[in-house]
């Protein structure tokens, strides 16, 4: 059944839900809420209908709001329209917005085990954190981690492997990161700190500017549908791969606890599998457009699409390793969820060695 078509079921039984609730003997959450219609607001960490990320917020506004019937209306608020684009956990959080389109490794300071659920460095790619969350226990513990700042998330997204990053100058080995300022957030800039690079939290729009003029020498930001978007080419000539830092970085949706809480169960159902399309579809749109825009950086603008030295990944890795044993030694919440997603990762890899990667193999 094709995706809308399921949506568009679900509408329907959401209607019939509706009807129900008007019946003189109808009972429980349904019924109170079958009259309902709600104006939400969503806040997100991207520009507006951004190719990809900021789409893919306007794509699930619209599909709640097309599958409850308009019983949520959904209003987006592209990054800095309503809330600055790293406001968007707060403001969801105290019922500023009903839901947040973002990225949870962003809130590290906030709640360490955070980025666990976005995406850490060397961990999951897209297909194994859908797994680890739906079906290995992640969602729960996910949910568990947010309760007490008032949210509900889900997964709402996710790029694939991204880019390691657009640099200034070429990477040689490992020296070349020394005092190299680079904009990459989460545990990936605790990572290359580690080598003895600068890392700098920055919003994507200002990505550009600070490249253009110097203040920082390199970037990651997505993969290369986002970054010829964003025009990267123009400011920095060297593109690195593979992107060690965000293998697999989940994107959520974020929920007012008290708004979310209050809605009758099909409404939530229509919300989880809304989500679960839009989280399903960007994966889909990423695997798709990363290759053509890859095509047009190397042919058409002349980029140098490199691979991260041997010496620079291996570094990477021991110091991943050692910043994540170090994060889950320190907080409680962070040692339960890295524990989770090892066991996960060790479970995933065995069984691609037999599959995916073989799969691959055979393929050349």
């Not at 003189?24 to 951004?50: C, E, H, I, Y």
């Not at 947010?146 to 694939?160: D, E, H, Q, R």
């Not at 990651?220 to 060297?238: C, I, K, Q, T």
Request: aromatic share 10%.
């Amino acid at each position: 059944m094709k995706r809308r078509d399921l949506l568009k079921g679900v509408g329907v039984a959401a209607a019939a839900a509706g009807l129900a609730g008007c019946r003189p003997d109808a009972a429980g959450p349904a019924s109170a809420g079958s009259d309902v219609r709600l104006q939400w607001k969503m806040v997100t960490s991207w520009p507006t209908n951004f190719p990809g990320l900021g789409s893919g917020a306007a794509r699930l506004a619209e599909l709640i709001t097309q599958a409850t019937g308009g019983r949520i209306t959904v209003k987006v608020f592209g990054s800095g329209e309503l809330v600055p684009p790293f406001e968007v956990f707060d403001a969801v959080g105290r019922g500023t917005a009903e839901i947040g389109h973002t990225a949870a490794y962003y809130w590290k300071g906030k709640a360490p085990a955070a980025p666990f659920f976005c995406s850490v460095p060397f961990g999951l790619n897209a297909q194994e954190m859908d797994g680890w969350l739906r079906f290995g226990g992640g969602l729960d513990l996910w949910r568990e981690l947010y309760a007490p700042f008032n949210l509900v998330p889900f997964p709402a997204g996710n790029t694939g492997v991204q880019l390691a990053g657009w640099f200034r100058k070429a990477i040689g080995g490992v020296a070349d990161l020394q005092g190299l300022k680079m904009r990459i957030p989460g545990l990936g800039g605790d990572v290359i700190a580690r080598l003895g690079a600068v890392p700098v939290n920055l919003p994507g729009a200002e990505i550009f500017s600070s490249l253009q003029s110097g203040a920082i020498d390199a970037a990651e930001w997505v993969g290369p549908y986002n970054d010829l978007a964003f025009g990267l080419h123009r400011v920095a000539s060297y593109a690195y791969y593979p992107g060690w830092q965000e293998p697999g970085p989940t994107l959520e949706a974020i929920f007012h606890k008290p708004a979310y809480d209050a809605l009758p169960d099909d409404l939530k159902a229509i919300i989880d599998a809304c989500c679960a399309a839009v989280n399903d579809e960007m994966l889909a749109e990423y695997t798709a457009r990363n290759q053509q825009a890859l095509d047009s950086l190397v042919r058409e603008h002349g980029v140098q699409l490199r691979r991260l030295p041997d010496d620079v990944l291996v570094a990477l890795r021991r110091a991943a390793d050692a910043v994540l044993e170090e994060l889950a030694a320190s907080d409680p919440f962070a040692r339960k969820a890295y524990d989770s997603m090892r066991a996960f990762r060790a479970q995933a890899q065995a069984w691609h060695s037999v599959s995916e990667e073989a799969f691959f193999q055979a393929r050349r």
